[in-house]
């Protein structure tokens, strides 16, 4: 596949091909959905260089639906990367992941793939607080989930039973958690249900709003490291990941068009 003679409108379906004189590019609603785009390019031994504020290394149910966490674990079974560097935003306060100013440059062939929560991001989660339920609905929701895991915290007299059920279907839905808390002092048991993208998992979910010079700042540093890039990719993936809710609606389109405008005049 050469990176300069890509049939972009052959790549998949699914995606939106842009027109560019160079590698293919290819913009898809939400993230999991490039899996497809780089299983259908056909090369397994590309590196895939990951743009994203999330790691996207979530497992997919056994049913095999995909979220838009469920994105680098399922390619790398595929045989569609051999591997995976995660480039995170300057502005993510976080040890993990690789920053732009320490991005590895490839030897061999590779793939860009940015999510656009990259430049601004949102937790769509952030309302999915955990809420007191009765123990009919605890039962009801018990009986009516498929078990994923299930374990025992202690604090005090105060005993959490949890037990999280696998993801009901829906490609933008996540686990739930199910909660018996009982309290060994007053013999009081009350039962609650939440997600478990809260709490223990809060840190996973970033927020940044950026203003204009941030946005300026981060388009001119991302442009400088691609520069230093020895050759084009073979294929190029953008996630608007609006519709999840990772990227605010009103700056969705803005940062793909500035995106796609920067990566054109890189390969053009």
Do not use: Q
Request: glycine letters at 8%; aromatic letters at 6%.
């Amino acid at each position: 596949m050469s990176a300069s003679a890509v049939p972009i409108l052959l790549i998949v379906a699914a995606g939106v091909a842009c027109a560019t004189s160079g590698p293919a590019l290819i913009v898809v609603e939400e993230h999991h959905e490039a899996v497809e785009v780089w299983v259908r390019a056909g090369a397994p031994g590309a590196l895939l260089l990951h743009f994203d504020a999330h790691e996207d290394l979530g497992e997919p149910d056994e049913d095999g639906e995909l979220s838009p966490a469920d994105v680098i674990v399922p390619a790398l079974r595929a045989g569609a990367i051999r591997d995976c560097v995660w480039l995170k935003p300057p502005w993510l306060a976080s040890k993990r992941g690789t920053p732009l100013c320490g991005m590895v440059v490839p030897e061999g062939p590779y793939f860009l793939d940015f999510d656009l929560d990259f430049f601004a991001c949102e937790n769509p989660h952030a309302g999915h607080l955990d809420a007191e339920i009765t123990r009919a609905e605890y039962e009801a929701a018990l009986a009516g989930g498929r078990v994923r895991m299930r374990g025992e915290a202690r604090d005090g007299d105060v005993v959490t039973e949890s037990v999280i059920l696998a993801r009901p279907p829906g490609p933008y839905s996540w686990p739930v958690r199910l909660d018996r808390v009982r309290d060994l002092g007053t013999g009081r048991t009350r039962y609650v249900k939440g997600t478990i993208c809260m709490g223990e998992y809060r840190e996973a979910f970033p927020v940044h709003r950026p203003s204009e010079e941030d946005l300026d700042m981060l388009f001119a540093g991302l442009r400088a490291t691609l520069a230093r890039l020895p050759r084009p990719p073979l294929l190029v993936t953008i996630a608007r990941s609006v519709t999840s809710g990772f990227v605010p609606a009103d700056r969705g389109p803005i940062l793909e068009a500035r995106l796609v405008a920067l990566l054109a005049d890189l390969w053009r």
